[in-house]
């Protein structure tokens, strides 16, 4: 899209918030720039100032490298809420994950960030390259100066095959986010948007409850636009629920079938199909499609592979160790 048409889109969801408004439904609607990499957008800063001045809040999610003094400073003018930066792990693993000299640049941009007054967190995402790292990587981060941390799961889209050696076994991500919790306090927040986090820190929906209530947001409580123009449920999923040349961001929203599977439970099979916490959770859809996708059996409603409650569904990763030398793709 072009600034132009993006300015456009930021409209129709502004006025789409609006009616919903008169329907009494009251939303803090928020923005996250993400990419590939949002500072290789020419017209970035004209995007997040339109959406700030339509009342979006706006956060940027970035490898930091490309961060300059000027881009901290408009962070600040601008009031963008959250610079979320990725962070493996220390040097090695941060490197070997992301590419030579890429550790360095993503705190360089970190602290400029940091130096600007802007608040700045970390991501890790967990995999086996990095799960013995989670002690070191949140040392790294209370040290550089972010305000917070948080954890998600490598999913084994893309060249899917290739990332299910590198998959944690339901108990290791399990254990992984306990230790992260527990080394979270009052000055440095640890935290998670991934449904198994929220099992972890005992989110729990009311009795008989069928409505979506948090957990994974796919179809509830926000889409990925990307840079044609595509909606997704999520940008981990891949699959289309419209276009905004073709059709509005409301018009999509209200009336995708993809958007209303995934809200309805009845889609839901196996173990989170029948699961007391799937109001709360329904387990991260991107891990369930990639995996069985990568298993040769595409399936968006099938089980988290990665939840170690009520035993196991899809026969899910086992935790054994790729080779020596194996590198993420
Ligand atoms: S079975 Fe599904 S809904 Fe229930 S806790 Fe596990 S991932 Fe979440």
Redesign the pocket.
Known sequence: MTVGELKREIDGAAEMFAAWKDEGISVVPSIHFTGGEPFLFRDLWEGIAHARQRGFDAALMSNGILITDEDAGKTRAWDVFDVQISLEGPAPVHDRIRGPGSFRGALRGAKRLIAAGTRVSANVTLSRVNIRNVKETIGIAKDTGFNSIGFSRIVPCGRGRELLDFLLAPEEVRDAYEQAFGLSDAGFSVVSGD??A??VRGVRPPADCRLTLS?CSAGFSGVTITSDGTVMACRRIGLKAGNLRKKSLREIWATSPLLWKLRRRES?R?????????P?????RAV?YAFSSARGKADLFA??P?????GR?QDGPSGRHPGKHSNPP
Not at 270 to 278: I, M, N, V
Not at 280 to 284: A, K, Q, S
């Open positions: 449904p198994l929220g099992v957990g839901y196996g173990k989170c199909g029948t699961c007391d916490l799937w709360t959770c329904r387990g991260c369930s089980d988290d990665q939840c170690w409650l009520h569904g």
